[in-house]
């Protein structure tokens, strides 16, 4: 009898797939400057002292960036730039002056500076970039506030009309 099993013959419904992480997640985000963060420090031998310090003050102010996200959603540029910065530009530089042969990067090239001195402009470049990025996520948040007073000022507050 068929009817008393119906429920036993019918197959398993299949387990639902693993959610893909949101790569624009702050916990995504985080775990970028993680892996960064170790990659730095694992090139640190290799590295000049000053470029090490630049680079994880770089990182240190992308994840401050990030830690707005505690207060209100990460603004769409804002996690374009930390992704960039992330995942491009500073590991980019670090690589590329990492592909240097040892013995050359003190040597002038054409330009005039060094690939040190490259270095550490590139770097000076990215925390000059990373510094507006949290200028602009910490003004969003101020102009939030702002908003939120103007609205309960006018909300709470006696109407020109009440008699």
Not at 96 to 117: F, K
Request: overall charge negative; glycine content about 4%; cysteine-free.
């Amino acid at each position: 009898m068929t009817w008393f099993r119906r429920g036993q013959d019918a197959p398993h419904p299949p387990a639902p797939a693993a959610a893909t992480p949101n790569p624009d997640s702050p916990v995504e985000l985080y775990r970028s400057i993680f892996a960064l963060n170790r990659f730095i420090n694992q090139s640190s031998g290799r590295l000049p002292g000053k470029a090490v310090v630049n680079a994880r003050r770089v990182t240190d102010t992308l994840r401050e960036v990030v830690d707005t996200s505690e207060v209100r959603p990460l603004d769409v540029y804002a996690v374009v730039s930390v992704r960039a910065s992330l995942e491009d530009y500073l590991p980019t530089t670090l690589r590329g002056y990492l592909a240097v042969d040892h013995a050359l990067v003190d040597a002038p090239r054409s330009s005039g500076r060094t690939p040190q001195q490259s270095l550490l402009e590139q770097l000076d470049a990215l925390q000059s970039s990373a510094d507006q990025v949290l200028v602009a996520a910490r003004d969003q948040d101020v102009d939030a506030l702002l908003t939120q007073g103007n609205f309960l000022r006018t909300k709470f507050s006696a109407s020109d009309l009440d008699l």
